[in-house]
């Protein structure tokens, strides 16, 4: 098994470009989600989904979109990229309440 | 909104000495989980206890949870310098899969 794949591993974009930072599982977990994690800030919750086709809102979760077509993928939007939105981008995903398996992470600068 | 704060943050140590990181939260819980982010990586999950217990030790890591005073410490005994890391707390509410990091501790191990 491959856990949780995160791709690309390092992106920088000019602002107001937009990118799609790629997740996939082969766990079959049915929960996904993605955080970013800025200095001094620990990691806050974007946007999560508890199965194909339903997705909510985290913390933070403006300027970003996500969609769940199938179990195994969870892709996050970026639609115009900003400054603020320079950080790195973790994906996890779990089941059942047990441990959540996380990605190496995505890491996003933008000029 | 943010719920673990794990204290203190940065803790530097000679090996073979124990560690301790404490952490408080605000809300009920379901469960506590303790995750280890080495340099550059994702996080790794560590211990998971759960409200109803009190403590837990997996090899030279313990953890306790006091949901009176909501709280919970990570003990790494005879520490290595490979426990060099950041290490976070995350509580996990009950009914969902969401997670709400602490800001993390950074650990070093000194050889």
């Known amino acids: 098994n491959a856990g949780v794949t995160q791709t690309p591993k390092f992106q920088v974009l000019k602002t107001g470009q937009s990118m799609t930072l790629q997740c996939a599982q082969d766990?079959?977990?049915?929960?996904m989600s993605w955080y970013r994690q800025d200095p001094g800030m620990g990691l806050r919750l974007i946007h999560y989904?508890?199965?194909?086709?339903?997705?909510d809102q985290g913390e933070v979760p403006n300027g970003y979109n996500v969609s769940r077509s199938t179990t195994e993928d969870f892709p996050l939007r970026l639609l115009s990229a900003a400054p603020s939105q320079t950080s790195v981008y973790f994906c996890?995903?779990?089941?059942?309440?047990?441990?959540?398996?996380f990605g190496d992470g995505t890491r996003l600068s933008i000029l | 909104s943010q719920q673990g704060e794990e204290d203190p943050q940065a803790l530097s140590i000679q090996e073979g000495e124990n560690a301790t990181m404490n952490c408080s939260y605000k809300?009920?819980?379901?469960?506590l989980q303790w995750y280890r982010q080495n340099s550059g990586r994702g996080l790794v999950h560590l211990i998971l206890?759960?409200?109803?217990?009190r403590e837990k030790h997996s090899g030279r890591l313990r953890v306790t949870l006091d949901t009176s005073k909501k709280s919970s410490s990570l003990l790494i005994t005879a520490s290595r310098a490979a426990d060099t890391a950041s290490y976070f707390c995350?509580?996990?509410?009950?009914?969902?899969?969401?997670?709400?990091f602490g800001k993390g501790n950074q650990v070093v191990v000194i050889p």
């Open positions: 206890i759960r409200s109803n217990e």
């Open positions: 989904s508890v199965g194909a086709g339903i997705t």
């Open positions: 766990m079959n977990h049915e929960y």
């Open positions: 809300t009920s819980i379901n469960n």
């Open positions: 996890a995903s779990t089941t059942s309440n047990q441990p959540q398996h």
């Open positions: 995350a509580t996990n509410k009950r009914g969902n899969n969401r997670l709400a």
